[in-house]
């Protein structure tokens, strides 16, 4: 993971957590819940989603169809590991969840000796000239959304890390279509020529 996404992340959960000071919220009483059972952390499933775009190019079908297929714990074990090399991350508990369309982020966030949920659902699709669209819909900081004004300074620095890091180079593979369901997050794509 790149420095960019560490950096986001980090300041995700710092304003998340300012957000919430400064609704003077309850912390921890109707704080939002996962949408599953937690999801494994490994380093093995780090490593596989490390691979996943050079293993899709080197099998790429006769006319440079493509097909990557991302599970939660890939996903998951990848960000979790590389935030836990931060002393100082804000962030903990980290799980992202494929359902319905969407990626849908949640942890601790800390600020402090405040600690609360967070959650954050994002939708990624894919635009006409291939390129991955990722958008905050909704974010929760324990029981206090956050509100739209917070929502639109983090969107832009979310999507751009959320594209760095589930994406790869473009001058390789245009993306076609993108799909989130069931614990996996799909792409298709052509290899350029």
């Avoid at 937690?38 to 899709?56: C, K, V, Y």
Wanted: charged letters at 15%; one cysteine or more; hydrophobic letters at 45%.
């Amino acid at each position: 993971m790149n420095l960019s996404i560490r950096a986001r992340l980090l300041a995700v959960a710092t304003v998340l957590s300012l957000a919430g000071l400064a609704c003077g919220s309850g912390l921890g009483v109707g704080a939002p819940t996962a949408p599953a059972s937690p999801i494994p952390i490994s380093t093995e499933a780090a490593g596989e989603f490390e691979n996943l775009w050079e293993n899709a190019l080197k099998n790429a079908g006769p006319n440079g169809e493509v097909t990557v297929v991302m599970t939660e714990e890939q996903v998951t074990s990848f960000v979790a590991l590389k935030l836990a090399e931060e002393a100082d991350n804000p962030l903990t508990n980290i799980q992202i969840y494929l359902r319905d369309g969407k990626m849908t982020l949640t942890g601790d966030a800390k600020l402090g000796a405040i600690s609360a949920p967070a959650t954050i659902a994002i939708s990624v699709t894919v635009d006409a000239t291939g390129d991955l669209v990722a958008e905050i819909e909704d974010a929760d900081f324990g029981p206090v959304p956050v509100p739209q004004s917070v929502l639109d300074q983090l969107n832009e620095s979310i999507a751009q890390s959320i594209t760095n890091e589930l994406s790869f180079d473009e001058t390789q593979v245009t993306i076609q279509s993108i799909a989130i369901a069931d614990g996996k997050m799909s792409f298709s794509g052509i290899v350029n020529q």
